[in-house]
């Protein structure tokens, strides 16, 4: 590097960018992760604000998804019981 030899300049070391750290790159694993269906643990909530909210905000939508689709595969479940018993005597009366 060559040094300025005006007294005019301000000279200001610049830093090279540094690779995205490890908690960056868990949260957008944990996304592809969950847009493959695939199961997600929690992420752990660390680091800047931001990203404590954002990391937060993601916990916050798997668990409730995963509760919905268990909820639904109940009542699915629940429907499919109820829908056999009526259709079994059904079948039974017409033979």
Known sequence: MHA?????WIVVPVQP???????D??????AQRFGRSMPTP?????GPRELRQLTHGFNVMVREVSQTES??????AGV?????T???RLRLRTK
């Open 4 to 8: 300025v030899k005006d007294p005019g």
């Open 71 to 76: 909820d639904r595969a109940v009542m699915l």
């Open 17 to 23: 960018l540094r690779p995205p750290r490890s908690r």
């Open 80 to 84: 499919a019981h109820d829908l056999k």
């Open 42 to 46: 929690p992420v752990p909530e660390r």
């Open 86 to 88: 009526p259709l079994a």
């Open 25 to 30: 790159r868990m949260l957008a694993q944990a």
